[in-house]
């Protein structure tokens, strides 16, 4: 219980500081403050457990700082990749997209973004590990314990909360698109939006991603589904009228023959 809620804590503290830099980065881009992450919590999980993994693996090779960034490259590299695909799955959404930047796999990994990985192993490693482990041996092991407990129970309340955002978009689109019966995905994005706002979780979710692709992506599966929907209806329809051709022409042959014997 000891080594798992120490690990836990650090988990808590590398997704914080994930989040913190997220914020800062895209405030910056902005130009105003954004509450950058999936969650309503101040964490971006995808931090933490790159660097748990980060250093669960590359302790051991902390002798050697060529090989602690170059598996630290490809150890995030693989956990970012994993988690896109991973979150398109189940909610139907690409929440980041690096097909514009150059050298990227699928769009959800990039060049542009490994390199820091190797870097941020690097400090993890040497700087960062160091220092936080040491201040969590100096807190007492029941209250760590405790804190481990409170702060798990917070992170899955969390989680629980901000998947019902996602079905709230969800929901918000199939009830827009019905309403308005439009083909036009601008229009429908407009108007989810101006709902999404009126309810605080919608407006933290748009203002953690304002380029909107979690929204377009469900738009875009909202349109498929109802095209393939209508598709399959067609198919059913031509089917039905192809055996009733089929029934007609196999009576009328039944009603020529039984007229020849007369």
Same mark, same amino acid.
């Given at each position: 219980?000891?080594?798992?809620?120490?690990?836990?804590?650090?988990?808590?503290?590398?997704?914080?500081?994930?989040?913190?830099?997220?914020?800062?980065?895209?405030?910056?881009?902005?130009?105003?403050?954004?509450?950058?992450?999936?969650?309503?919590?101040?964490?971006?999980?995808?931090?933490?457990?790159?660097?748990?993994?980060?250093?669960?693996?590359?302790?051991?090779?902390?002798?050697?700082?060529?090989?602690?960034?170059?598996?630290?490259?490809?150890?995030?590299?693989?956990?970012?990749?994993?988690?896109?695909?991973?979150?398109?799955?189940?909610?139907?959404?690409?929440?980041?997209?690096?097909?514009?930047?150059?050298?990227?796999? %699928?769009?959800?990994?990039?060049?542009?973004?490994?390199?820091?990985?190797?870097?941020?192993?690097?400090?993890?490693?040497?700087?960062?590990?160091?220092?936080?482990?040491?201040?969590?041996?100096?807190?007492?092991?029941?209250?760590?314990?405790?804190?481990?407990?409170?702060?798990?129970?917070?992170?899955?309340?969390?989680?629980?909360?901000?998947?019902?955002?996602?079905?709230?978009?969800?929901?918000?689109?199939?009830?827009?698109?019905?309403?308005?019966?439009?083909? %036009?995905?601008?229009?429908?994005?407009?108007?989810?939006?101006?709902?999404?706002?009126?309810?605080?979780?919608?407006?933290?979710?748009?203002?953690?991603?304002?380029?909107?692709?979690?929204?377009?992506?469900?738009?875009?599966?909202?349109?498929?589904?109802?095209?393939?929907?209508?598709?399959?209806?067609?198919?059913?329809?031509?089917?039905?009228?192809?055996?009733?051709?089929?029934?007609?022409?196999?009576?009328?042959?039944?009603?020529?023959?039984?007229? %020849?014997?007369?």
């Amino acid at each position: 219980m000891e080594n798992i809620a120490v690990y836990f804590i650090i988990f808590i503290i590398y997704s914080f500081l994930g989040w913190l830099v997220e914020v800062i980065d895209c405030s910056i881009i902005e130009k105003k403050i954004v509450n950058r992450g999936f969650l309503i919590s101040p964490i971006c999980p995808i931090y933490g457990c790159g660097a748990i993994l980060i250093t669960l693996v590359l302790t051991n090779y902390r002798d050697d700082w060529f090989v602690v960034f170059c598996m630290a490259v490809i150890l995030c590299g693989i956990l970012e990749y994993f988690t896109s695909w991973l979150m398109e799955k189940l909610f139907h959404a690409r929440w980041w997209d690096y097909s514009k930047n150059k050298f990227n796999i %699928n769009g959800r990994v990039c060049l542009e973004t490994m390199i820091p990985f190797g870097l941020l192993g690097l400090l993890i490693i040497y700087v960062l590990n160091p220092f936080f482990f040491n201040l969590i041996k100096m807190i007492p092991t029941n209250i760590a314990n405790i804190i481990s407990i409170i702060l798990f129970i917070i992170l899955i309340t969390d989680i629980i909360i901000s998947c019902k955002v996602i079905s709230k978009v969800t929901s918000t689109v199939k009830k827009v698109s019905q309403e308005n019966r439009k083909d %036009n995905t601008n229009e429908i994005i407009a108007k989810v939006r101006e709902i999404l706002k009126t309810n605080w979780k919608g407006k933290r979710l748009l203002d953690a991603f304002p380029d909107l692709e979690a929204i377009k992506e469900k738009v875009k599966k909202v349109a498929n589904d109802t095209a393939e929907k209508s598709k399959k209806a067609v198919e059913i329809s031509k089917k039905a009228i192809e055996k009733g051709k089929e029934a007609a022409n196999k009576k009328l042959e039944y009603n020529k023959k039984k007229n %020849n014997k007369k």
